[in-house]
């Protein structure tokens, strides 16, 4: 079992960065598929970054492709979010996930634990 706790959120002004982290507690940390996802008011919860166990392999949605960077250090237990040149459709409630299967990585049913969210606010 892994407990999340996502950290770094706030308000932004279009084209700007914010820098997402997320702990986890356990020991088992390096044996997760890890996502980043964001849901917005109103809308479904969607998939903005994946990293896999090894962080060898990484998964972006168009909307954020070369925008957003995943990364991860499993020395410490922590996944980050990088989030570059942000735009007020970025606004939202960023949940950070854990899963065992990288096949899963893009769904939500793919990830059995999650965190509380930290908002994400970007001011046009």
């Known amino acids: 079992q892994v407990q999340l706790v996502e950290s770094g959120g706030g308000l932004v002004q279009a084209g700007g960065s914010l820098r997402l982290s997320c702990a986890a507690s356990g020991r088992t940390f390096s044996t997760y598929v890890m996502g980043w996802f964001r849901q917005a008011p109103g809308k479904e919860r969607d998939v903005v970054a994946a990293i896999s166990w090894s962080a060898d392999t990484t998964y972006y949605p168009d909307s954020v492709k070369g925008r957003f960077t995943i990364s991860r250090d499993n020395a410490k237990n922590t996944m980050y979010l990088q989030m570059n040149s942000l735009k007020p459709e970025d606004t939202a409630v960023y949940y950070c996930?854990?899963?065992?299967?990288?096949?899963?990585?893009?769904?939500?049913?793919?990830?059995?634990?999650w965190g509380q969210g930290t908002q994400v606010t970007v001011s046009s």
């Open positions: 996930a854990a899963g065992r299967r990288w096949s899963g990585h893009s769904t939500e049913s793919g990830y059995g634990y």
